[in-house]
């Protein structure tokens, strides 16, 4: 057996050659037969860190992934757009095998002072982590990069059970090395697989086609040890297309990204 690349060594081997970052992407990332789309974004956003510097949080990405990514090098090529007093706007484009995969729109904004008071949301309730048991890894039959994540389900129904629920939450951690919290908020968000598919009672695929995610200060205050949490609401689903909101928890119970996302699904 391949022994797992953890994401922490995939970014760390990285090559930088200006705005140009190749990774090498593992078969162990996989979702199918295109690497899974929480990786890709992830991919993005370290080249677009590299190249805007570490001074401003990520507020926002967009992503729309236009092709398959299979294993082997992936390039990113990136822009900075703008960069004014307190607000950056870069691009990045993922390209395999020569051709464009995914593109990406960040926004990042340095801290302002403000007279408004701060607010955040509250998590919601639910069995907590240790309550439920590990969902195990099943060779074959579950998408390959979920060896890298340590699941929990605490709500809602697993895939093909043919339930009626519209809504899920998972416990979540990344097995091997910590990454910044920044890219666990961003990975996670496209971790758990859509509420759509524990209505279906048989055998059903899903790819995400365009994926707006917000950043919240927890995202880069927030530790990245320990359990995190990812809520999913379906908000539509109708013509082979689902309409999914979610949003990501850090282990201190602070939002760290809310998501929105439109799933194709075939079957």
């Not at 995969?101 to 408004?116: E, M, N």
Request: net charge neutral; charged share 15%.
């Amino acid at each position: 057996m391949t022994a797992l690349v953890r994401l922490a060594d995939l970014l760390a081997r990285r090559v930088r050659d200006g705005a140009r970052v190749e990774f090498r992407v593992t078969d162990d990332w996989q979702q199918g037969r295109t690497t899974y789309g929480g990786l890709v974004a992830v991919l993005a956003a370290c080249a677009l860190r590299d190249a805007v510097g570490p001074a401003r949080p990520l507020r926002a990405l967009q992503v729309n992934f236009v092709g398959s990514v299979p294993a082997g090098p992936a390039v990113v090529e990136t822009r900075v757009l703008r960069e004014g007093r307190s607000v950056t706007q870069a691009q990045a484009t993922l390209s395999s095998g020569g051709e464009a995969a995914c593109f990406v729109q960040a926004v990042y904004g340095a801290p302002r002072a403000s007279a408004l008071p701060r607010w955040s949301m509250t998590m919601p309730a639910t069995r907590a982590a240790d309550a439920v048991p590990q969902v195990p890894f099943l060779p074959k039959i579950m998408p390959a990069f979920l060896q890298h994540l340590a699941t929990r389900w605490a709500e809602g129904d697993p895939p093909y059970t043919g339930g009626s629920s519209r809504h899920s939450r998972l416990w979540l951690q990344l097995q091997g090395d910590p990454v910044e919290p920044e890219l666990l908020a961003i990975l996670f968000a496209d971790a758990m697989p859509s509420p759509v598919m524990g209505q279906a009672s048989s055998r059903v695929f899903a790819a995400s086609l365009a994926w707006s995610i917000e950043l919240l200060p927890a995202a880069f205050d927030g530790g990245g040890h320990g359990w995190w949490r990812a809520d999913t609401e379906l908000t539509g689903n109708a013509e082979g297309y689902a309409n999914q909101v979610s949003t990501v928890w850090t282990p201190g119970g602070e939002p760290a990204a809310i998501s929105h996302q439109v799933v194709a699904i075939y079957g």
